[in-house]
């Protein structure tokens, strides 16, 4: 038995294509994508600001722990040929402190405080000069790491303490220049080794605005403590540091 076709025929004049599916095409107007690129710029407008907030926080940072490092690695190598760190003589000039326990064991480039100091004006976070004399002072013994940045060792010492204060402009001569937020201090002492400076500072002194050893951009505040809130903020700028 023969198999029948199904057939069907097409209208008078009618093709196979006539009888396709039509295509329907969709598409944006002008408004839609106006509308569309304004709240693209409105996002990009708050978020790229934080963004970058963040990635000037997280390299800051990094120098920081970078200058530290070679820091605590120059006063590790140097106890191999002095004496340990607790029997350093810390009333010596910065001058003869410095060539003797530092310098050898960091590489550098030779630079006096004062061939730098008509480069550098340092202010507090709240905008105030900051004239502490471990970073004016010509008897400043002063001279640029291999990472670029400018390691201070004062004439200073403290008796009681037993310690020298060291400053670290972790970015060399250029801008900001403000206290904790591209220039840290630290401390080498004969009795804790090298600590930030403020240390030995409560956590709730450091944070507390009112406090002059605070970390703070407040009137009353030297933002003596913000390389140790840093430090004690596990290597990490705390949401209300006085950032700038």
Not at 47 to 62: A, D, E, G, M, S
Not at 110 to 135: D, M, R, T, V
Request: net charge positive.
């Amino acid at each position: 038995m023969k198999n029948k076709l199904n057939t069907f025929t097409l209208a008078e004049g009618a093709t196979h294509v006539d009888m396709l599916p039509t295509v329907v095409k969709f598409g944006f107007t002008l408004a839609e994508v106006l509308i569309t690129l304004g709240i693209i710029g409105v996002v990009a407008a708050m978020t790229i600001p934080t963004l970058f907030t963040i990635y000037r926080k997280n390299t800051t940072v990094n120098k920081l722990k970078k200058s530290y490092a070679e820091l605590a690695m120059a006063i590790k190598l140097s106890e191999y040929e002095n004496e340990d760190v607790s029997g350093w003589d810390m009333t010596l000039s910065s001058d003869k402190f410095i060539n003797q326990y530092l310098k050898p064991y960091i590489k550098h480039n030779e630079q006096k405080a004062s061939q730098i100091n008509n480069k550098l004006h340092y202010k507090f976070p709240n905008g105030k000069n900051f004239n502490l004399a471990i970073l004016t002072n010509g008897e400043t013994s002063t001279f640029t790491m291999q990472n670029g940045a400018i390691l201070f060792v004062d004439n200073w010492f403290d008796k009681t303490t037993k310690r020298r204060g060291i400053a670290i402009d972790i970015n060399g001569i250029e801008k900001p220049n403000i206290r904790g937020i591209d220039v840290f201090e630290f401390f080498i002492s004969n009795i804790d080794g090298l600590q930030p400076k403020g240390y030995d500072i409560p956590l709730a002194d450091i944070q507390n605005p009112n406090k002059q050893y605070s970390c703070s951009d407040s009137g009353n505040s030297e933002a003596y403590s913000c390389t140790a809130w840093i430090v004690k903020n596990n290597w990490k700028i705390p949401p209300n540091y006085p950032w700038k």
